[in-house]
């Protein structure tokens, strides 16, 4: 099993330009979230799923959209990237706990992303 | 929501040292996790603990959730054990982990 993935590892923008980062599982894990990492802080989480067609927001979503059209796969997308964006984006996956006590939390290798 | 404190922040040994790591948190939790992210910046698991003791080698953990606490044991500690050690916690319920601000750990030779 890959286990989480992340795509892409690294990308530079420009202010005012979009993109999306695209988070992929094969656990067949119900949850599924996105957070952000600051220097020197820990994980903030964005927005999550707690299954396909259904997206919440966490801590910090402003500037951010999510989908999840497929269970396998979480798409975090930047409309208008800042230089506030700047950071490491990790995604990670979880059961719902309701199917089994294991909730164990996953996590992808991060994409680091520069907003000049 | 649940508020999760790691202590000490920043922690200096030299190696074949042991130590501990604190976390607390505010209130009851059905999930509690330690990660290691190394000097490259990948998180990895290394217990999912919400409640007992478990140990892995040289690492241990002990999750006290009646006193709403988790301990993690380094022992004979390596310059690989160095890094962030994050531990992180879910509330009742499935909400999403909530990490603590870390423990910056380097182990020098």
């Not at chain 1, 796969?73 to 990670?92: D, H, K, M, R």
């Not at chain 2, 040289?58 to 994050?86: C, K, M, N, P, W």
């Amino acid at each position: 099993n890959a286990g989480v993935t992340q795509t892409p590892k690294f990308r530079v923008l420009k202010t005012g330009q979009s993109m999306t980062l695209l988070c992929a599982q094969d656990m067949n894990h119900e949850y599924m979230y996105w957070y952000r990492q600051d220097p020197g802080m820990g994980l903030r989480l964005i927005h999550y799923s707690v299954g396909e067609g259904t997206t919440a927001k966490g801590e910090v979503p402003d500037g951010y959209n999510v989908s999840r059209l497929k269970k396998q796969n979480f798409l975090l997308g930047l409309e208008s990237a800042a230089p506030s964006q700047t950071s490491v984006y990790f995604c990670a996956s979880s059961y719902y706990l309701g199917r089994s006590n294991y909730n164990e939390q996953f996590f992808g290798p991060g994409t680091r992303l520069t907003v000049l | 929501g649940i508020q999760v404190e790691q202590s000490p922040p920043d922690l200096i040994l030299q190696e074949g040292a042991n130590s501990t790591l604190r976390c607390n948190f505010s209130d009851s939790v059905n999930n509690l996790q330690w990660f290691h992210q190394n000097p490259w910046g990948q998180l990895i698991n290394l217990f999912y603990i919400p409640s007992g003791t478990k140990q892995n080698g040289r690492l241990s953990a002990t999750t006290v959730a009646t006193e709403r606490y988790s301990l993690l044991y380094i022992s004979s500690s390596q310059t690989t054990d160095s890094g962030v050690y994050f531990c992180a916690v879910r509330n009742s319920g499935n909400t999403p982990l909530v990490f603590g601000k870390g423990t910056r750990l380097s182990v020098i030779a």
